[in-house]
């Protein structure tokens, strides 16, 4: 039975503590491991604070929090012959250094089970290339979305020999939890939410290059359309709306004109990037963020996504 799984979390940075906390919030037995164990201290810190968030905000229950806390334990790497073997599901989210990923799951694939469902939480590697492992057809990659916590989509690539009925499990799992997975059936660079930012982003930073516009009206025209619909609505569903046969007249008239040097990447990215303007870490990019606390900024944006989840799920739920 999946509910009687017990899941392992291999790196604790944020994401790996944010998974961790997901699995040990709906129910299962996990375990989060990490090299450091300073970096356990912070996760187990982190996990804390984000789990009284969900309390706050009513996403998650006073007894959902204890029981999370009471499921999940921080453990060192030294122990991962004692843990790994009992383990029905790993999730490596170790930094994305090929060299570590490929480490990592060597030691997976000596200590797990042969049945013990692999996943990577990589937003670029091909793990599928990097990792050798007996048994492929149990490993996939399950990319979350930072705050795990409260972002719902997973997207869940599959490799050349991941089988279906691994696919269909994990997909059944993710969605056990409330998330909302989203499936490749190969790996592609950027898979789906990265591969599309990537084009609209290399398309808004020419327009801002060429002075045709803002970085404050590219945000503002996105927040006062997309950002409404995108919801409820997606772009397949909106042009069935609009009709596939006027968005083919437009495209054919538009896709000529598109920014398409696939040499130079975002060209307004390039430009600040040579300034030296990163964004909020570096107090500018795109707008400026002097005299603002990147921890009170980065609250706020937490605030926001969580009521947003929350009139989504109102919304479903009508």
């Known amino acids: 039975m999946v509910d009687d799984w017990q899941v392992v979390v291999v790196g604790a940075g944020t994401m790996g503590a944010g998974i961790a906390q997901v699995y040990a919030l709906n129910g299962f037995r996990t375990s989060l491991v990490d090299l450091d164990a300073e970096s356990l201290s912070r996760a187990e810190k982190a996990i804390a604070n984000s789990t009284a968030l969900l309390v706050k905000e009513q996403l998650a229950t006073?007894?959902?929090?204890?029981?999370?806390?009471?499921?999940?334990?921080?453990?060192?790497?030294?122990?991962?012959?004692?843990?790994?073997?009992?383990?029905?599901?790993?999730?490596e989210s170790v930094f994305e250094d090929p060299a570590v990923k490929k480490d990592t799951f060597a030691k997976l694939n000596q200590y797990c089970s042969k049945d013990c469902i692999l996943c990577s939480n990589t937003s670029a590697s091909n793990i599928f290339e990097i990792a050798e492992v007996a048994h492929p057809e149990r490993m996939l990659i399950t990319h979350w979305f930072n705050p795990p916590f409260i972002m719902d989509l997973v997207e869940i690539v599959c490799g050349p020999e991941t089988s279906e009925q691994t696919l269909e499990t994990v997909v059944a799992l993710h969605e056990r939890m409330g998330k909302t997975p989203a499936v490749i059936r190969q790996y592609v660079p950027g898979f789906i939410v990265n591969r599309l930012a990537t084009a609209l982003m290399r398309e808004a930073g020419y327009m801002v290059s060429q002075g045709w516009t803002t970085p404050q009206d590219i945000d503002?025209?996105?927040?006062?359309?997309?950002?409404?619909?995108?919801?409820?609505?997606?772009?397949?569903?909106?042009?069935?709306?609009?009709?596939?046969?006027?968005?083919?007249?437009?495209?054919?008239?538009?896709?000529?004109?598109?920014?398409?040097?696939?040499?130079?990447?975002?060209?307004?990215?390039?430009?600040?990037?040579?300034?030296?303007?990163?964004?909020?870490?570096?107090?500018?990019?795109a707008f400026d963020y002097s005299g603002v606390d990147p921890t009170d900024y980065m609250n706020e944006r937490s605030s926001k996504i969580v009521k947003m989840a929350r009139a989504i799920r109102k919304m479903k739920e009508s």
């Open 62 to 91: 006073a007894d959902d929090a204890e029981q999370a806390k009471r499921l999940i334990t921080f453990e060192t790497t030294d122990r991962l012959d004692q843990i790994l073997p009992a383990a029905d599901l790993v999730v």
């Open 220 to 285: 503002n025209a996105i927040k006062a359309t997309s950002g409404v619909r995108y919801a409820f609505e997606g772009p397949m569903a909106l042009y069935d709306i609009v009709g596939w046969d006027l968005i083919q007249r437009v495209a054919l008239d538009l896709h000529h004109s598109l920014y398409s040097n696939a040499e130079g990447g975002n060209p307004l990215g390039a430009e600040l990037v040579a300034k030296g303007h990163l964004g909020l870490k570096s107090g500018k990019g």
